[in-house]
């Protein structure tokens, strides 16, 4: 995730239905304020602070110059009726803490299918071993992946997805990847 300061701004146009729909404008020019890639928001009434009873979080996967794609009710919040005029802005949430804090790290010795909170795999198996990357959406979310024993480790990108322009890449003993999920079905290793 990415982070951009005083990322505020206010819908213009709702979502439709309030209180499911999936994209939401900000004012005008008011994408530019947010990062690019996913992060967290929340959305609040006009003339309020944000509380457990009058704000939900959402995470926005896609801005088009101003209008945002959002993920409804994010970290147990409950879907609110966001109206014409209601704030939001990239907030930091229990969510994007951890990332502060540690890494979440798997040692595996067979194929595996990574999931959103691990950081780091490590494969420590004699005999070939797959892991299969989530499905990249833009996330912006990076995973090291190294191997630590003689089988070979396919990294295999889900269904269509690309890793650096191919569907899989092969990790010899030693060898270590990061891989960002940076737009829909499409991995870059950096």
Excluded: H
């Excluded at 930091?92 to 194929?111: D, E, G």
């Amino acid at each position: 995730m990415e982070y951009k300061n005083f990322a505020y701004s206010t819908v213009a146009t709702a979502p439709v239905p309030a209180t499911s729909g999936t994209s939401l404008v900000v004012a005008a020019s008011g994408g530019a304020k947010f990062p690019s890639g996913s992060f967290y928001a929340t959305v609040w009434p006009v003339g309020a602070m944000p509380s457990t009873t009058n704000a939900e979080i959402v995470l926005v996967t896609n801005i088009s110059t101003d209008t945002f794609t959002i993920t409804r009710q994010q970290e147990s919040t409950s879907a609110r009726t966001i109206i014409v005029g209601d704030q939001i802005s990239a907030t930091v949430t229990a969510a994007t803490i951890p990332k502060f804090r540690y890494l979440n790290v798997q040692v595996k010795t067979a194929s595996y299918p990574v999931v959103v909170s691990d950081d780091i795999i490590v494969c420590n198996k004699t005999t070939a071993m797959t892991v299969t990357l989530l499905p990249a959406s833009g996330s912006g979310k990076a995973y090291v992946i190294k191997n630590i024993n003689t089988g070979a480790v396919t990294v295999d990108g889900d269904t269509d997805d690309t890793i650096d322009g191919v569907a899989t890449q092969i990790l010899g003993q030693w060898d270590a990847i990061t891989v960002v999920d940076y737009v829909a079905n499409k991995w870059v290793i950096i």
